[in-house]
């Protein structure tokens, strides 16, 4: 790769996690494969990269509020630092993860009250609090940046409305699941879980539905010349990823998805562009944009 290559590359980023990437450290990255053609493939990898910046995260919140607003009632809002009541919100993955941060963007897009995010490990004391002093809601909203395989939503779906199934009934108004970005497999997941809680008017909502050029190694994808380029990038790929996820070399459910955000990049995505790798105790990877992980 020339410098010119990598320049032209780094300037189409956003910063992640508040930094910039830049040359030398893409450059660092490349390096950690010893031949050219490695560093060439693993670069078609960089270059097919889909980094969402954080106009497009904005813009998205509001496109996901927008598909919720027919089911609110009118809000008249009287002064300017005034925020509406009735939207509940929460998140399904737990504290200080990717559910939580996009809930509290969503709620500063869409003019909506902080306090009415309640978290899912108090929920139900969350929301009897919330309705008693604001009175009823119209929606909950459960909010996250993106569904992949969808297993894991699909699980704490099912487990939080089962925890929660008394408020939930009493509360009797819609429950979306909101995502920014979802894969087929994903969307199934999620629509199976709802139901089995044929009890819950429950429906899901998103912006993009991953295309099969969002993935590294899918059939046909136009990141690759040839067949045989394809499957020795992901030969690559698969042998460097086993050193960080054994059983999914390729990210999470082996998906491979090219995906970054600005605050957090996918475990879907491929296991090399966000963690480490170890063989005992000696880092064998370096990764381009490390994963926050709690």
């Known amino acids: 790769m020339t410098s010119d290559e990598i320049s032209t590359l780094v300037k189409k980023w956003p910063t992640y996690q508040g930094r910039q990437i830049g040359t ?8 950690q494969v010893k031949t050219h053609q490695e560093q060439r493939l ?5 270059n097919a990269v889909n980094f969402y910046d954080e106009s497009e995260i904005r813009e998205r919140l509001r496109t996901l509020h927008a598909m919720v607003r ?3 009632p009118q809000f008249i809002q009287t002064k300017r630092s005034e925020r509406r009541m009735d939207v509940l919100i929460t998140y399904l993955d ?10 509290s963007r969503y709620a500063e897009e869409n003019n909506l009250n902080v306090k009415c995010i309640i978290s899912p490990a108090n929920f139900t004391e969350g929301v009897q609090k919330h309705v008693e002093k604001n009175g009823r809601a119209a929606v909950l909203v459960v909010v996250d940046d993106l569904i992949a395989t969808g297993g894991s939503v699909r699980g704490n779906l099912i487990s939080f409305a089962t925890e929660n199934r008394s408020i939930l009934q009493s509360l009797d108004v819609p429950v979306m699941v909101l995502t920014m970005v979802a894969t087929a497999e994903g969307d199934s997941a999620v629509r199976e879980a709802f139901s089995e809680l044929d009890w819950l008017n429950g429906d899901l909502r998103y912006c993009e539905l991953l295309a ?3 993935y590294a190694f899918s059939e046909g994808s136009p990141i690759w010349h040839t067949e045989n ?4 990038a992901k030969s690559l790929a698969r042998d460097l990823g086993a050193h960080i996820y054994r059983s999914n070399p390729l990210g999470f459910g082996n998906m491979g998805i090219l995906m970054v955000f600005p605050a957090n990049c ?11 790798g170890r063989q005992g105790d000696r880092v064998t990877w370096q990764p381009l944009f490390p994963r926050l992980t709690n």
């Open 24 to 31: 030398d450290d893409v450059r660092a990255w490349l390096e």
């Open 42 to 46: 693993l670069f078609k990898i960089l």
């Open 70 to 72: 027919p089911m609110l």
């Open 94 to 103: 737990g504290e200080g993860k990717s559910g939580q941060y996009y809930a």
């Open 212 to 214: 099969e050029d969002k």
């Open 229 to 232: 380029e394809r499957e020795r």
């Open 266 to 276: 996918p475990n879907n995505s491929l296991p090399i562009l966000h963690s480490r």
